[in-house]
């Protein structure tokens, strides 16, 4: 079954370190990719997105986020953790042609000062 | 101001009742859809819709009923056969099948 893999139920790192989320998918061919942010009862905020080309890519807020196609992975990165980046994270992929985007079940960052 | 708008905010209901969360999008937008949230579950798809009259269910539709009368509009209402509706429910709506972006939500609560 198609599936969204986010293995950190919960991540902590302190203001100004380097951050990288993991989200690993399973599907048969390469599908479109995302990262969103949600803050606590808010709705969810698009970080980046991957469809083709660079694996490399850049989002909003100094995020980026690199797709490895041999790892089945969308990692993503930030250089230096600011506190307002505490919330929760979520990978989602949709199949190419195809409408149901599939949500992994999160990665809640807490920054320590 | 473009963007999707869901209301109420926090919403409770009786055991029993139905009720309507509202989603609005002035973004033109042609696909929407309503995702439930619940806490370590990450987000699972209720309906969805492609075009205006037209809509299909998602992993989740029982004890939910939905229509799509004008392209700007997607209510969504709980209704009584749905046995544990507290949660926390998201409208998006996207551009054909891409980039889905999200409202702010709507919080249920059972009381």
């Known amino acids: 079954a198609q599936s969204v893999t986010q293995p950190d139920i919960h991540i902590t790192v302190s203001e100004g370190a380097s951050l990288e989320l993991r989200c690993n998918y399973s599907y048969g061919a390469t599908p479109y990719l995302f990262w969103y942010v949600q803050s606590p009862g808010q709705g969810l905020q698009l970080l980046l997105k991957?469809?083709?080309?660079?694996?490399l890519v850049q989002g909003i807020k100094g995020f980026e986020a690199e797709f490895k196609r041999s790892q089945s992975s969308f990692n993503l990165r930030k250089p230096s953790v600011h506190w307002s980046d505490a919330a929760e994270y979520f990978c989602a992929v949709v199949m190419r042609g195809f409408q149901k985007l599939v949500f992994g079940t999160g990665t809640r960052l807490l920054v320590s000062p | 101001d473009g963007g999707i708008t869901q209301s109420p905010k926090y919403l409770f209901r009786k055991e029993g009742q139905n009720v309507t969360l509202s989603c609005e999008q002035n973004l033109n937008h042609d696909a929407m859809y309503w995702y439930r949230q619940d806490p370590g579950q990450g987000l699972r798809l209720i309906y969805y819709s492609q075009i205006v009259n037209d809509f299909q269910k998602g992993d989740i539709a029982e004890g939910y009923s939905v229509s799509r009368e004008k392209k700007e509009s997607f209510p969504l209402t709980v209704t009584s056969a749905q046995k544990n509706p507290t949660a926390f429910y998201l409208c998006a709506s996207s551009m054909g099948a891409a980039t889905q972006y999200f409202g702010p939500g709507t919080r249920l609560t059972v009381l």
């Open positions: 991957y469809f083709s080309g660079d694996t």
